[in-house]
């Protein structure tokens, strides 16, 4: 399990969660 972690699944994790709240932002205003 502690090898699914590497660099590229946390890049892709924080990208996720920054479209995500770049969208419910957009979304709120």
Same mark, same amino acid.
């Given at each position: 399990?502690?090898l699914?972690?590497?660099? *590229?699944? @946390? *890049?892709?994790?924080? +990208?996720?969660v +920054?479209?995500?709240r770049?969208?419910?932002? @957009? @979304?709120?205003?």
């Amino acid at each position: 399990m502690y090898l699914l972690f590497t660099p *590229a699944m @946390a *890049a892709v994790v924080v +990208i996720g969660v +920054i479209q995500l709240r770049d969208h419910f932002v @957009a @979304a709120t205003k």
